[in-house]
Structure formats: C-alpha cells, structure tokens
C-alpha cells in the first residue's frame, strides 16, 4: 500500500501480530540464506494461525515431499484440509493443468513422477500449482522464487499460473533486495 510517495511501513511485531494484512508486503531480510528462511518459516507458522489452510509457501527450492508422486503432493496438502474424494480434487488440479497450456502427454507423465525426477523449473511449477489449489489467502515467496516468476512469459505454464496466484489477497516476499515500488515495507522497527 503505498499513499502518494510515502511507502507504508510496519514493523515486524506488528506484521507478526497479523500476517496476512491485505496488500502486497517486502519483507527487508539478511542476506544470510538461514537466517531468512528462519524467518519465512516463523512468518508461515504465524500466518497459518491466522488464516489455517489458507497459506502457501513458494520456497526457492520448491520443495515436495519426496517419496510421494508428484500428484500426491499437490492434492494431498487440500485432501487433508477438506477431506471428501480424491477424485473431486483430482478434478479441480486437471482444470489447472489445463489452464496452463501443458499437453495431455506432458500432465500425464508429469504427474506420475516423483519430485526428483524434474528439474527445478517443474518443480516450481508444481508447488505454484498445489498453491493454486489451496486458494490461498496469503502466500509467502521467497525472493529468488519471485524473480524467477518475473522473468517468466506470461504465456508460459510458469506465467500463467503466476498470474492465477498474484489474485491473493496477501503476497509477501521475503528478500534482500531494495523494495519494489507499489509494495508496503515490513521493517525491523517503523520508519520515521
């Protein structure tokens, strides 16, 4: 939220204390990798509070559960929240792929594979994907996740479902970098 060429800033106990604040939000954090995703985790617990099954996490390794194809990962997280039929979950993820230009062929196979088996550009396709399904209220991006998504084309898969997720009432990214203009700034304490 940004009112004239002020920038709306709040502090970090304030942002704790409601993370999911409507808008789009920067988050200033240390170029310390762990520090950071300490930090992105503390925010996702706290989010996850405040709006329970309504958080998605876009991390920069796009990490899936290992051991589980690659379908499972992304209708079992709404499975669990919503309980009922796989096969109406099955459904709504087959209207994604669809919305994002994969073939048949290529949803088939991608969907029977196993996380290591894709290379990180899937991966990050597929945990946008499972976000998307979880029609999420917040959803927190790591920076390196963010600029990968912007140096997408809006015709691809990547941009497509991108675009589908920047719907959310709360973005959060979480980075080193100078803030963006039109985002509000989540400082260590207010600005003056």
């Not at 709040?10 to 204390?17: A, Y």
Request: proline share 4%; net charge negative; aromatic share 6%.
């Amino acid at each position: 939220m940004v009112v004239g060429s002020m920038r709306h800033v709040v502090s970090h106990t304030e942002f704790f204390g409601d993370p999911c604040l409507p808008g789009r939000w920067w988050v200033s954090l240390p170029k310390d990798g762990n520090a950071a995703r300490e930090w992105v985790d503390r925010l996702a617990s706290a989010a996850q509070l405040k709006c329970p099954g309504r958080v998605a996490v876009l991390d920069a390794d796009a990490v899936m559960v290992s051991n589980l194809r690659v379908w499972e990962n992304l209708v079992l997280p709404l499975w669990y929240r919503e309980g009922g039929a796989l096969e109406g979950f099955e459904g709504r993820l087959s209207n994604l792929l669809v919305a994002t230009g994969l073939s048949e062929d290529r949803q088939t196979i991608l969907m029977g594979l196993q996380p290591a088996a894709l290379d990180r550009g899937e991966r990050r396709l597929m945990v946008l994907l499972r976000s998307l399904l979880l029609e999420p209220s917040c959803v927190i991006v790591e920076e390196e996740f963010w600029r990968d998504m912007l140096g997408r084309g809006e015709e691809t898969a990547h941009g497509r479902a991108w675009r589908a997720l920047l719907a959310a009432e709360c973005m959060i990214v979480a980075g080193g970098c100078e803030v963006p203009g039109g985002w509000g700034l989540v400082a260590e304490r207010e600005e003056e």
